[in-house]
């Protein structure tokens, strides 16, 4: 056996492993956008629902004014 030949089955390992990780990767990437994406669509959901404590609170307080007025 000549140096060549033991190589051969080295390349083929590290081929495969440079696939495994690259799948791997693939995968971690996908979750982590997965994630992201549901934090953002939470973060709007709590400035929506502050907008709207926000705007409750803005008219409870023109009804009080207008009866205070009164």
Request: hydrophobic share 50%.
């Amino acid at each position: 056996m000549n140096l060549t030949q033991l190589a051969n089955p080295e390349e083929l390992i590290g081929g495969i492993a440079a696939i495994i990780t690259l799948i791997y990767l693939a995968v971690q990437v996908r979750k982590s956008a997965e994630a992201q994406r549901q934090a953002n669509e939470l973060a709007k959901a709590d400035v929506l629902q502050k907008s709207a404590a926000v705007d409750s609170k803005i008219r409870q307080m023109l009804v009080d004014e207008g009866i205070n007025a009164l």
